[in-house]
Every structure is written in C-alpha cells, then in structure tokens.
C-alpha cells in the first residue's frame, strides 16, 4: 500500500493538508448545477458554497422534499442581500428506489436547462446490516454502489450531449463523491465469492458475511471498481475525449457530516468524539467537491481527486485479482441494472 493510502497518509492530511479555497475571481454566474443529498451535510455545503460563487441554477436533489425546501430557505438566507437571487429547485430522487432515479434523469434530460456539473453526493454507512425492501440487496450496497453506479449511467448520455451540441462551452462535468476507505477495504467478499462460485451481490447480500467495520470501505472499492471500468474500458475514445468528465472525488473525513448518522448508543458517541478530534469541518471538505464539480475541466476526465489534486486510486484495482475483480462487479451490476433499464441500449449511448 502506499503512502498516500495508508493510515498513516490519511492522518497526515486530515491534520496538515488544507484545500485550497478557489481563487477570488471566480465566479459560477450563468452556470446550472446539480447536487445530491444536498439538504445537509457536505451536500449541503457544497450547494452554499457554489451559491457563493455566483451559480444561478441549483437543483437541490434530496429524498425529502420538505427538508429540501427548508434548506433552500437556509441557503437564500445565507447569501448577501445585495446577490442577485439564484434559481433554487428542488427535485426528489430516493436512491434506495430505482424507479425514484430513473423520474429523477428524465426531468432533467426534458428541463430543458444546460447542466454544467452534477455533484453526486448521496450515500450512506450503515453500523446494522439493513436490506433494502425494493431490491432485497444491502443497504450501502445498494446505494453506494448499484444505485449510483444507475444515476451516472442514466445521466451520461444528456450530458454526452450536451458536450456535443455546445462545443464553445466547457464539457460539463459529473463528479461522484467517493472516499479514501476505498484503499482500507478487506474485501473478504470478492474471496468468498471466487472460492464458492457464488455471485459477489448474493455473497454481498449473505448477512453472515456482513461486517460493520468494512463494509462501507467495501461500497466504496466497489463504487471505484465501476468508475475504473467505465471510464477504462467501456466508454469509446471518442467520448472521452468529446463528452462530459468524469471524475471521483475524496472530501476526508469531516465531522458535521451525516454520513454516519445510524452509528448508536456508546459506539455513536465514541465515533462522534473521534470524528471531532481528528476530523474537517464539513465547509473544508465541501470545497475539494466545489473543486471537483466546477471549478476543473477534462484533465481530470477519468480521474480520483483528493485535496483539489489528483491522486491514486486503491491499490487493490491495480492488481490482477482487482481487475478480475472489476470485470465480475461489472457484469454482475449490468445484469441487476437490466432489470429496470434496457442496459445494453444504455451502455450503447455511453
């Protein structure tokens, strides 16, 4: 493992390494964005912070719409009297529900409206293991991996487009928010599953296999897993090079956060304190997804992104039992994707 991800890395940048806020002359107006879960939290401060810079256009993409309204609310009191008031929408999508996501892509490829960054910020770790009653599979599985993995391949295509059709405007950009536990993950899954013959969501999915203090680690390897072929080997050169960017970002470990909001009773309180002692404020760790969404372009096309800068993927994705791996999680998604989406068709267009 290197440096950069280990624990000893990671340490290191949560208490010495500051992103960077963007210079003073940037300014988002004219610009439309979009930003999940962003009624609290990183999303939350993400949004305020591209407010900020001018952005006239947000789409607040949230699960509850009343306490997206009441973050609107909070976010157009925030800005200075004298800003000329940005366009606020709120739209729903639940990415537990499938069907929530696919209305959630259609409103915004018939809105008419130029987007120029998707900030996909919605996630979850869960400390019980929790099945999702819509698909049966686990929770942060469900949401971390499979469901973020339908939001980006549904969005692509319109923002394909829009790269196309408006050449003199910079390719937007859909930014996934990932994390460094990425590289921490044991994975012990991907074992089971080759040495049994089983399918990685069904091994996923075996509740005797669920462990609490990887198991988030794991969505994310996996969430790396899928941007890593995607962005590798499944879309044409010409896209990459013409299309929208991709990229994933890492915004630390930030207290203020509600990322860990199941964690209960001593177990909260203890990763409360620790979270307090050692993490970011959620306004610092916001500004590496500003970063990511906005404020960069197509060199980051492809890319993982930790304090505004490039950095390196897990270790586990560059070995050959990684790649094996990748190739496995990504049939077997396209397999449990196909069952909502004409998959093929879909992959076709990105």
């Known amino acids: 493992m290197s440096f950069y991800n280990s624990y000893a890395g990671f340490m290191y940048r949560q208490f010495l390494v500051c992103p960077h806020s963007p210079p003073s002359s940037t300014s988002l107006a004219g610009k439309a ?23 006239s256009h947000l789409i607040l993409a949230v699960r509850n719409t009343s306490k997206g309204e009441a973050a609107k609310k909070s976010l157009l009191a925030s800005l200075s009297p004298t800003t000329k008031p940005p366009t606020i929408e709120i739209w729903e999508i639940d990415m537990a529900n499938y069907t929530s996501i696919i209305n959630f892509v259609e409103r915004v490829k018939t809105s008419g409206i130029y987007f120029d960054f ?29 469901s973020t993995a339908l939001l980006t391949l549904l969005l692509l295509p319109k923002f394909d487009r829009q790269a196309t059709t408006h050449p003199e405007n910079p390719r937007p950009v859909i930014s996934i928010v990932g994390s460094e536990t990425a590289a921490w993950a044991k994975f012990k899954e991907a074992q089971v599953s080759t040495k049994k013959n089983r399918s ?7 509740k005797s296999h669920f462990d609490m203090g990887d198991r988030y680690y794991t969505s994310k390897l996996l969430q790396q897993l899928f941007f890593l072929e995607l962005c590798r080997n499944r879309r044409s050169e010409m896209k990459r090079s013409t299309g929208a960017v991709l990229n994933l970002v890492n915004p630390g470990f930030c207290y203020g956060s509600e990322l860990h909001r199941t964690a209960e009773g001593a177990f909260g309180k203890v990763l409360g304190g620790i979270k307090r002692v ?23 096309d492809g890319k993982y992104l930790s304090d505004c800068r490039v950095a390196p993927f897990a270790g586990y994705v560059g070995s050959e039992s990684g790649r094996v791996m990748q190739r496995k999680a990504w049939g077997e998604m396209v397999v449990e994707l196909g069952k909502v989406v004409d998959v093929e068709r879909l992959l076709a267009e990105v």
């Open 33 to 55: 964005g979009i930003v999940t879960g962003s009624n609290t939290g990183l999303g939350y401060q993400a949004s305020a912070q591209l407010l900020k810079l001018g952005l």
């Open 118 to 146: 998707a900030l996909l910020n919605a996630g979850v770790a869960t400390f019980n293991y929790t099945v999702n009653p819509l698909t049966a599979h686990e929770t942060s599985i469900q949401i971390n991996w499979l």
């Open 200 to 206: 990685l969501l069904d091994v996923l999915d075996d």
């Open 278 to 300: 050692i993490g970011r404020s959620t306004a610092m760790g916001a500004r590496t997804m500003v970063h990511s969404a906005a404020l960069v372009g197509k060199e980051t």
